[in-house]
T-cell receptor, first 113, second 107 residues
Framework: NAGVTQTPKFQVLKTGQSMTLQCAQD?????MSWYRQDPGMGLRLIHY???????DQGEVPNGYNVSRSTTEDFPLRLLSAAPSQTSVYFC????????????FGPGTRLTVL | RKEVEQDPGPFNVPEGATVAFNCTYS??????FFWYRQDCRKEPKLLMS???SGNEDGRFTAQLNRASQYISLLIRDSKLSDSATYLC????????FGTGTRLLVSP
């Protein structure tokens, strides 16, 4: 099993550009989530999904969209990148929302100029 | 006030020392509690779940006090390889991470 994979590992964008961060898991987990991690702020939940076709907002959803068309994939879309979105983004999955261990991907380091 | 609060540290300890981290959470509905470990520029990984009765895994002991909404992690006989950031997590359906406590173990 590859676990949770994320692409790309690094990305530099200009303000106003859009892009999609990819996340996939091969553990048949129902629950998937996106976090951003900034110095001194810890991990903050952006969006999460409890199953295919179901998504919901987390703590910091503004400027991001998600969709969950399959169990395996949970892409995060930045609609119009801003310097405030410079961060490390982690995708995670779990077989039971909020109860069991979350497995994290290796992260995407995004810089917005 | 943050929903999960931790002392950011760093905690500087010599090898072999015992060190304890504390964490408080504000959501009384929280039912799931964990400690994660995060190495520099890496993803967080589960260290241990935390149960009401307390639990131990080798040199690591976790305790939960629901009345005080308080979670602790005790590390005995610290190793150099224990140097990392330790993240406290609490929640119900949505897990909330603390900002982490940094531990530096020196020879």
């Amino acid at each position: 099993n590859a676990g949770v994979t994320q692409t790309p590992k690094f990305q530099v964008l200009k303000t106003g550009q859009s892009m999609t961060l990819q996340c996939a898991q091969d553990m048949n987990h129902e629950y998937m989530s996106w976090y951003r991690q900034d110095p001194g702020m810890g991990l903050r939940l952006i969006h999460y999904s409890v199953g295919a076709g179901i998504t919901d907002q987390g703590e910091v959803p503004n400027g991001y969209n998600v969709s969950r068309s399959t169990t395996e994939d949970f892409p995060l879309r930045l609609l119009s990148a801003a310097p405030s979105q410079t961060s490390v983004y982690f995708c995670a999955s779990s077989d039971r929302a909020g109860y069991n261990e979350q497995f994290f991907g290796p992260g995407t380091r995004l810089t917005v100029l | 006030r943050k929903e999960v609060e931790q002392d950011p540290g760093p905690f500087n300890v010599p090898e072999g020392a015992t060190v304890a981290f504390n964490c408080t959470y504000s959501n009384s509905a929280s039912q799931s509690f964990f400690w994660y470990r995060q190495d520099c520029r890496k993803e967080p990984k589960l260290l241990m779940s935390v149960y009401s009765s307390g639990n131990e895994d080798g040199r690591f002991t976790a305790q939960l006090n629901r009345a005080s909404q308080y979670i602790s992690l005790l590390i005995r006989d610290s190793k150099l390889s224990d140097s990392a950031t330790y993240l406290c997590v609490a929640g119900f359906q949505k897990l909330v991470f603390g900002t982490g406590t940094r531990l530096l173990v020196s020879p």
